[in-house]
């Protein structure tokens, strides 16, 4: 009898999960990707181009030699596996945004950057700060991103594509394929 009473258990929670992941919020994803690609623009921008890093194995060749390269630190498979990890602490940053003229509803970034300019405070009349729930969120979104989809973010952001956060969160993620607003800057 509990074995019966377990199997039906199991199956009501795996349908309930399954559907439960069908329905995502595009809205939440969709701004998570944006800030995902902001983030990482950020990150990356600000690491010292002449930086490098030594990639390639450590097998000799049959010359005795050991064939190794040297790659922008910025853009190395390395930085950018550190850079996800942690990504998706910085969504404490953001908040959603109404449009006031069109309405339009999406997470942005509210709190300036370290070192930027004096008085680069948005406008706050028209952010909504939903408290922790809201924040946690959008930093849940982001982590399922960011482990959905690692693999083709580092190779993305490892290409130098000029419009990543188009490509990453419309051709790959497919979270903002049906909004109108995916040129929209974070």
């Known amino acids: 009898m509990a074995s019966w009473i377990i199997h039906v258990t199991m199956m009501v929670l795996s349908v309930f999960i399954s559907s439960s992941q069908g ?12 800030a995902i690609a902001d983030e990482l623009n950020y990150s990356i921008s600000q690491i010292d181009p002449k930086k490098t ?3 390639g194995g450590f097998r000799l060749n ?14 190395s498979e390395t930085h950018l596996s550190e850079l996800l990890e942690e990504v998706c602490n910085s969504m404490n940053d953001y908040a959603l ?5 069109t309405q339009h509803k999406q997470y942005r970034r509210f709190a300036p950057r370290s070192g930027g300019a004096p008085g680069d405070f948005p406008d706050f009349n028209h952010f909504q700060f939903g408290g922790p729930d809201a924040s946690n969120a959008l930093k849940f ?5 960011v482990d959905d989809l690692e693999d083709e973010i580092i190779l993305l952001f490892r290409r130098d594509t000029e419009h990543v956060s188009e490509e990453l969160c419309s051709r790959v993620s497919d979270y903002c394929k049906d909004s109108s607003h995916t040129n929209e800057e974070l």
Not at 62 to 75: E, I, N
Not at 97 to 101: G, L, N
Not at 141 to 145: I, Y
């Open 23 to 34: 329905k995502r919020d595009q809205q939440l994803y969709c701004s998570a990707c944006k």
């Open 53 to 55: 890093i030594n990639v």
């Open 62 to 75: 049959p010359d005795g030699t050991m064939k190794d390269k040297k790659v922008p630190l910025a853009r």
């Open 97 to 101: 945004h109404v449009d006031p003229d």
């Open 141 to 145: 979104a982001c982590e399922t991103l």
